[in-house]
């Protein structure tokens, strides 16, 4: 039988039709016709040294593009390792399409070798899982999980498709279905008036933007709304960009775990204007523990139901055209108080303090501060989980949209080695670093044998303190001492090259502006290993925990 007349050439032909450039995967005995049906088409196969590692690059592309990324694995057990980073796409709102092989429609009805119900596995942590049960089944179950995928809220799909299928003739004239895309609508008129009496009633409006007003590009309209309006605009840690923090307006990220600078600006509020914010992001009870403030909820969809989030308002469509609209309707202006600068010039402070640190091994403050010096306003950073995610997000000057990553739904580890290697893909023409933890490091540091053999280069900065710096920092602070939360680790530098990477270690506070500098500009895959000296984790709570407003 010809290649062109199995299954498996149908399903690439279709993955052609929906745009997908590249598949993430490891191959499987039960799923090589496929494999072989991509080396002849038009999509790059990249493979990866773990399912694990697939999916995160799925994710991060899709979150970038906005298309779904496709993960590819065999059945079993290597479809059980995509579960994290699926499960890390649809928690972040992310459009991820999982296929995996599965046994013959001949056994999977009996115990037999490496029969797993596999889409039962998959259900609770994806939009729609299914098992494709025929050839002719395909084209509509292929278009299907794409529409799924990218459809408002956006996140994981997939499909098992078993061997036999996979390596089945298919009828003469099946084809991929044409491409339809979902287009976000205009918000009622209604909807408009009633947020709009609201605010025309306010006393102190605050803004609130999450990742959906990322994934709809809504950051001019962001801007827009607070110029006209004269309104504050705070983001989540995965909406940093969408609101530019070089703007007089910009309060920087809530979501840090105790009440921080800009939280003050929520507690002066007496309406929340949330803009494509979801509850999955951070907890609401941490901006409105008093439930007493009126909630405007702009988004493609309605809010999800917390105690803490009462809406008073929905306005569901397109957000860009729901902030104009709204802008439009409100007849006043708001002056903005003084809580706002001085949220500003904290933060700015304590940036620049982090400039001035020399001591070795370096502030967290400190090896912010050099990241944000050499990276530029589009390049890529990705944040892995940890003490390192906590300084980045709430420190980290973020002036466009997507160009600071982190997982905050899920709040996976080891995420933002094999993510920046998508994320180059993706924007090729940016530089792309990956700021990891140790720990978070070595759970998918495999991913660096890939992009070297594949070509894609970025630089990972290793933050080193030899303990899950997290752990430890909240151990400390709530139990008074930490435990088992220490380990050793290689030598990063020789662990790098061994791949065939460049490593880099940093013995000085004044060698890691440089050596960033030096790394991006060498365009090939790089490891920089800092010292971190986490002391100021606990003075940075203690010092918030001293805090006391009003501003």
């Given at each position: 039988?010809?290649?062109?007349?199995?299954?498996?050439?149908?399903?690439?032909?279709?993955?052609?039709?929906?745009?997908?450039?590249?598949?993430?995967?490891?191959?499987?005995?039960?799923?090589?016709?496929?494999?072989?049906?991509?080396?002849?088409?038009?999509?790059?196969?990249?493979?990866?040294?773990?399912?694990?590692?697939?999916?995160?690059?799925?994710?991060?592309?899709?979150?970038?593009?906005?298309?779904?990324?496709?993960?590819?694995?065999?059945?079993?057990?290597?479809?059980?390792?995509?579960?994290?980073?699926?499960?890390?796409?649809?928690?972040?709102?992310?459009?991820?399409?999982?296929?995996?092989?599965?046994?013959?429609?001949?056994?999977?009805?009996?115990?037999?070798?490496?029969?797993?119900?596999?889409?039962?596995?998959?259900?609770?942590?994806?939009?729609?899982?299914?098992?494709?049960?025929?050839?002719?089944?395909?084209?509509?179950?292929?278009?299907?999980?794409?529409?799924?995928?990218?459809?408002?809220?956006?996140?994981?799909?997939?499909l098992a498709i078993p061997e036999d299928v996979e390596s089945a003739p298919i009828p003469d004239g099946l084809a991929p279905l044409p491409v339809n895309v979902v287009r976000p609508q205009d918000p009622s008129a209604s909807q408009i008036a009633?947020?709009?009496?609201?605010?025309?009633?306010?006393?102190?409006?605050?803004?609130?933007?999450?990742?959906?007003?990322?994934?709809?590009?809504?950051?001019?309209?962001?801007?827009?709304?607070?110029?006209?309006?004269?309104?504050?605009?705070?983001?989540?840690?995965?909406?940093?960009?969408?609101?530019?923090?070089?703007?007089?307006?910009?309060?920087?990220?809530?979501?840090?775990?105790?009440?921080?600078?800009?939280?003050?600006?929520?507690?002066?509020?007496?309406?929340?204007?949330?803009?494509?914010?979801?509850?999955?992001?951070?907890?609401?009870?941490?901006?409105?523990?008093?439930?007493?403030?009126?909630?405007?909820?702009?988004?493609?969809?309605?809010?999800?139901v917390d105690d803490h989030y009462p809406v008073a308002v929905g306005v569901h469509g397109d957000v860009s055209r729901s902030l104009d609209a709204l802008g439009d309707a409100v007849h006043r202006r708001f002056e903005m108080n003084g809580t706002?600068?001085?949220?500003?010039?904290?933060?700015?402070?304590?940036?620049?303090?982090?400039?001035?640190?020399?001591?070795?091994?370096?502030?967290?403050?400190?090896?912010?501060?050099?990241?944000?010096?050499?990276?530029?306003?589009?390049?890529?950073?990705?944040?892995?989980?940890?003490?390192?995610?906590?300084?980045?997000?709430?420190?980290?000057?973020?002036?466009?949209?997507?160009?600071?990553?982190?997982?905050?739904?899920?709040?996976?580890?080891?995420?933002?080695?094999?993510?920046?290697?998508?994320?180059?893909?993706?924007?090729?023409?940016?530089?792309?670093?990956?700021?990891?933890?140790?720990?978070?490091?070595?759970?998918?540091?495999?991913?660096?044998?890939?992009?070297?053999?594949?070509?894609?280069?970025?630089?990972?900065?290793?933050?080193?303190?030899?303990?899950?710096?997290?752990?430890?920092?909240?151990?400390?602070?709530?139990?008074?001492?930490?435990?088992?939360?220490?380990?050793?680790?290689?030598?990063?530098?020789?662990?790098?090259?061994?791949?065939?990477?460049?490593?880099?270690?940093?013995?000085?506070?004044?060698?890691?502006?440089?050596?960033?500098?030096?790394?991006?500009?060498?365009?090939?895959?790089?490891v920089i290993a800092v010292p971190v000296d986490y002391a100021a984790n606990l003075q940075l709570t203690d010092k918030l925990g001293e805090l006391t407003g009003p501003f």
């Open positions: 039988m010809s290649r062109q007349a199995v299954a498996a050439r149908l399903i690439v032909q279709a993955l052609e039709a929906e745009g997908v450039e590249y598949v993430f995967g490891i191959p499987g005995e039960e799923n090589i016709h496929f494999v072989d049906a991509l080396h002849d088409s038009s999509i790059r196969y990249v493979l990866v040294r773990h399912e694990q590692g697939a999916a995160f690059m799925a994710e991060i592309y899709g979150r970038l593009t906005g298309k779904p990324g496709v993960a590819s694995a065999t059945l079993g057990p290597g479809a059980i390792n995509l579960q994290l980073g699926v499960a890390d796409a649809t928690t972040n709102s992310t459009p991820v399409v999982a296929i995996t092989a599965q046994v013959g429609l001949d056994r999977i009805y009996k115990e037999s070798h490496q029969v797993v119900d596999l889409v039962s596995l998959f259900r609770p942590i994806t939009k729609w899982a299914e098992l494709v049960p025929s050839p002719q089944a395909l084209p509509e179950m292929i278009r299907k999980a794409f529409k799924t995928a990218q459809t408002e809220r956006p996140g994981a799909v997939y009633r947020a709009a009496e609201v605010l025309d009633g306010a006393r102190r409006p605050i803004v609130l933007a999450g990742h959906g007003a990322t994934r709809a590009g809504a950051s001019q309209a962001l801007v827009r709304f607070s110029e006209r309006l004269g309104l504050p605009v705070a983001t989540t840690f995965n909406g940093k960009g969408v609101f530019p923090d070089d703007h007089r307006h910009a309060l920087g990220a809530v979501g840090f775990m105790r009440h921080d600078y800009v939280n003050f600006g929520f507690d002066e509020a007496d309406v929340l204007i949330s803009v494509g914010y979801e509850l999955q992001e951070f907890d609401p009870v941490k901006i409105n523990p008093l439930r007493d403030k009126k909630i405007i909820h702009i988004h493609r969809f309605p809010a999800e706002g600068e001085k949220i500003r010039r904290m933060l700015s402070e304590e940036l620049a303090q982090g400039r001035a640190e020399s001591a070795f091994p370096l502030s967290p403050r400190r090896i912010v501060a050099d990241i944000r010096e050499a990276m530029g306003r589009d390049d890529i950073v990705l944040a892995d989980t940890g003490a390192v995610k906590m300084w980045m997000a709430r420190m980290y000057p973020t002036y466009e949209p997507n160009t600071m990553l982190v997982s905050n739904g899920l709040s996976s580890m080891g995420f933002a080695v094999p993510g920046a290697l998508a994320a180059k893909l993706a924007h090729p023409e940016r530089k792309v670093l990956a700021a990891t933890g140790d720990g978070a490091f070595l759970m998918n540091s495999q991913e660096l044998e890939t992009a070297v053999r594949e070509r894609i280069p970025f630089v990972v900065l290793v933050w080193v303190d030899d303990a899950y710096g997290l752990i430890e920092w909240k151990m400390d602070l709530e139990l008074g001492r930490d435990s088992h939360v220490a380990f050793g680790n290689p030598d990063f530098v020789a662990y790098a090259e061994s791949f065939g990477a460049r490593g880099h270690r940093v013995t000085s506070a004044g060698e890691l502006l440089p050596t960033l500098r030096k790394a991006l500009a060498d365009d090939v895959v790089s």
